[in-house]
């Protein structure tokens, strides 16, 4: 197993071993997330990275910025990281590896507002840009919470195992579940440009609704491959992207998808914006950019 210098640049062939498990982009930067603890950026969409510089830490499985400088990644044995300084370094702020409880999915709402959530519902928050963290309890059982996404106006949803869907209308302060319209995991969700909420997870299902998740409407995808990563670009598209070289885009706000020809049976873990014209599908061999077709809207 190759070991990658603690920071500084990364060669073609080291990125491309590189498992990476989520990204965020602030301005022209991307940073990524993955195995062992790495945290890689690029400047230049995708055409050199280098690590960044972090402790040593287990499998890092999701990041968010509040700004350009601001961000929070989380991981296994509840490790949670913090950056002042645009991803370039990173401080562990939590751990908690006796508990078993990797996290999963990491919400930047405001500064004085973070929330980490992840298996046997696990749910953390901070009220310090990140820097300390207290333990809830949301709910009676421990089912994994596998998402978590901010609508606007104190509305967030929780998305997890076995179809598992909690809403929330006062920034995180309560949690009521919501009815779904599937009992397999969901890994994901994202907001469209009208305000619909996408869901998808196993099975390649998606879900979509046009009311802040109290109900839901299922969108036709023939693949049965599960969608792991999903992300809004900026002119509105929609790409999700998950097990065997999976890749799907929407122009229409997420009623429909067409496929995305990757080339590879490599499972992707997060699709991001790359060159013009391009997305970055980050996963089991590092980075693959890929032009995305032109569909009419």
Sequence with gaps: MEVLPSSGPLRAASMQRLL?????????????????????????????????????????????????????????????????????????????????????????????FAVAVGAYGAYYESADAGKTWAARKITADDKHFNAILELGEGRMLILGEAGTILASADWGKSWTPVASPYKGSLFGALLTDDGAVLAFGMRGRIYRSADKGKSWAQVDNPSTATLIGGEKLPDGAIVLAGSAGTALVSRDQGRSFVPIGTGTTRAFAKPILGAPGSVLFLGEGGALQVALPTVKP
Excluded: M
Excluded at 48 to 64: C, F, G, I, M, Y
Excluded at 67 to 95: C, K, M, N, P, Y
């Design 20 to 112: 990476l498990t989520d990204a965020e982009s602030i301005g022209n930067r991307i940073v990524a997330v993955g195995d062992r603890g790495y945290i890689v950026i690029t400047d230049d969409q995708g055409k050199s990275w280098r690590r960044a510089k972090s402790p040593a830490a287990p499998l890092l499985t999701a990041v968010d910025f509040l700004d350009d400088q601001l961000g929070i990644a989380v991981g296994h044995d509840a490790t949670i990281l913090s950056s002042s300084d645009g991803g370039e370094t990173w401080t562990q702020r939590f751990s908690a590896p006796a508990d078993g409880r990797p996290l999963l999915d990491v919400l930047f709402v405001k500064k004085d």
